[in-house]
């Protein structure tokens, strides 16, 4: 019986621990990234993943500057799937390649990622994968939600105050919980 004890203790110390080391990377819920990734590293395949990018995020803006919460966002992005895969399809075949797009939402694992000045730590995100052709390349990324690459910077789009509003007010939020 004392055998079985020890056993059964060791096995929730190891339990304990790995919850806590799942737990250490921790799921991200407030932010929705964006990501699409090239079919290859080769130089044509980064060229339009870039002229991919601009095609979404200029058929995107008008959906999502409506969003006011993450799950607004995800909701829009989920009903216009089968529309973004159309739109970075189209700029495939235009650029002259056979493959095609694929889009989805999905929860996954990122690494720590610098954008401006808010740090995305590593864990899971959920996140607009679109993926050209086997996705293999290097991709380009950015928050979808709360709006962080649809406020100029990177993108260089300059959007109307409901979008910087909602930035303020996630800010603020965020500098609250912290103090």
Known sequence: ??????????????????????????????????????????????????????????????????????????????????DIERTADAVLEANGFSYRAKARVKNEEFPTRVYENITLEQGFYDALIVELGSGKGDNWWCVVYPPLCFTGGECGYVYKSKILEIIENFRKEKLTEEK
């Open 1 to 82: 019986m004392k055998k079985i004890c020890i056993i059964l203790m060791m096995f929730a110390i190891i339990a304990l621990g790995a919850l806590a080391a799942v737990n250490g990377r921790g799921t991200h819920t407030e932010y929705l990234r964006i990501h699409i990734r090239a079919d290859s590293n080769e130089e044509a395949a980064q060229a339009v993943k870039y002229e991919v990018k601009e095609a979404i995020v200029a058929y995107l803006t008008p959906y999502l500057a409506e969003c006011n919460s993450k799950a607004a966002a995800e909701k829009t992005l989920n009903a216009r799937l089968k």
